[in-house]
């Protein structure tokens, strides 16, 4: 072949690739992006070589991870998220995602993350509807604790759109972190008795919560929703979580005892919060586990019980519940990371019903201040000293005024002894342990607390 020949050939392939770069650079494929952001020349070739064969052929190890289950109790798959996405292609979405977390590639990524099991996208999906679709797989997967929020969408010509998840540990790592999840897991379930009602397996898990772990003001300080205290392996690990490691671990264990329960999310207390709506006998509860907890160590005793259960009315007073996803609106960041700086919320239930609530179940209610309803604190007295508990409940109807009540139950007016120390001598007079004294403590301390009248008797005995 003569020297013109071969520089006819040489122009030739050049000039084809320079107009297949030039069609690519204008259809924004992985051409384009490695132009547009001034990649050297072999990342350029590499992302022309994806664009016409395809990405590079991934290898991911299947994540063989099982939760324990408590014998008698029919775990339920509580997808709610899944079931709150209207469109079909965005519900197949759904599916090649969750298929996709439980699959991990062995190599670590030049970011030192590796990267998950790469799920495919229709092209007809827009990039706020990719997001939408990850949020509710991780949503209604708390177990994958794994999962970074962080992701990439990666394009070619060969493949179409498809999504990169990351995890931070390996599949070695992933093993072992979950073996120690089950050996936390298997004694709360224990502790829950043979047939049990919904109603004693959701108050056993709370109860495990809220003694078993701590809030960590630090992580929540750094907002870093990559630290294990965002988590349920934070939590039920590590023993310290924020809000979402509190309620992604009551999502997990109250779906594997067959309750359905799911997550909520909105502003609390001047911060982003997270809790969950639970179903008990059919009908729907708020629960915030993570407020249950948030009391100090003098005063847990007293208010562990005041987010059990309770409806969107008492939520409503001191939480703002975020918008829908359907209303939800995204952009890009300067590192374009598609996010939202809002709080966004799957499908929730209206809660409405008391029936469940544990001071409407425990609480001694009063709508008037007699003799009667001495009477009744004195028998309430009796039985919980003949329990040897600490702790009973008193709540006023809102026409009494909490000044008014507080000095009923505690002062002595005169010679007349006030409620509790009336019914306190009379309680041991009646033969049950004798008791030394009793506190008082008032449950609400603000406007924006959830209950007002509500106050906490605690027996000291002799």
Known sequence: MDGRKKIRIFLIAVWMSAILALLLTLTGCATSEAISEGSGFSEIMHALKCDLFGADEQYCTQLELTLPIREGCKPVGSKSAYASLKDETMKEAYRDIENAIFQISPERADDGCFELKFARLKSSLEFDQIYIVKEAVLADHPEAFWVMSSYTVRNNFHDGNYLVLYSKYS??????MFEELRNEIIPILSRIPDNADELTRETIIHDALVDGIAYDFE???ADDSSHDAFNV???LVRKKAVCTGYAGAMKMLLNLVGIECRTAVGMSKNTGHMWNQVRIDGDWYNLDVTWDDSSTDSDILYSRYSYFNITDERLARNHKVGADYSEMKCEYTEDEVYVTTELYNFDLEKCT?????YY???ALHFNAMTDAEVDVITQKFISTAQ???SLFYIIFDDSIGSEEAEAWLSKNNGTKYSALGRSLSASNKSGAPRLKNCSLVRMSSGEDDIW????AVRLIYA
């Open 353 to 357: 019903s008391t029936k469940y609530n």
């Open 452 to 455: 007002s009248n509500l106050y």
């Open 171 to 176: 599949s070695a790592e992933l093993s072992a």
């Open 219 to 221: 992580a929540a300080e």
């Open 387 to 389: 329990e040897r508990e």
């Open 360 to 362: 409407a179940m425990n």
């Open 233 to 235: 392996y934070g939590a």
